[in-house]
């Protein structure tokens, strides 16, 4: 059983999960947060980018470890061919005034200024 629950672990560690980082600087001092998408709760730290992608695979190995044990489920990685890259937002005229104006001051269209807000 153990060796079928490794070979399971293994074949999900394969999948393509979205693993979501940020770099913090707060009142702790610099490191790296991390956290898989799909798999609530999947989550760690590190100094490095490295170690954070080391500490992130050894959680996730444990989350999914965990939940195989306990035969519950776990879900698929979302993928990118779910989504055709377009959504409409209804918006106040002013804040489409106001968007406007700042699109045309910055030289590029109203999608990028909204792309570049939105990535940030």
Do not use: W
């Not at 629950?5 to 074949?11: P, Q, T, Y």
């Not at 790296?32 to 798999?39: C, P």
């Amino acid at each position: 059983m153990e060796n079928k629950s490794n070979a399971e672990v293994l074949g999900y560690m394969k999948l393509p999960y979205n693993r979501i980082v940020h770099e913090i600087n707060d009142e702790s001092g610099h490191y790296f947060y991390g956290k898989v998408l799909e798999l609530d709760g999947c989550q760690s730290t590190g100094d490095t980018i490295t170690e954070l992608y080391q500490n992130l695979n050894e959680a996730m190995e444990g989350y999914l470890e965990v939940k195989l044990l306990n035969g519950m489920p776990i879900p698929k990685p979302i993928s990118t061919d779910n989504f055709s890259g377009k959504f409409v937002v209804r918006l106040p005229k002013s804040l489409h005034q106001r968007l406007t104006i700042e699109a045309s001051e910055e030289g590029v269209s109203l999608n990028q200024l909204a792309l570049y807000k939105l990535a940030r």
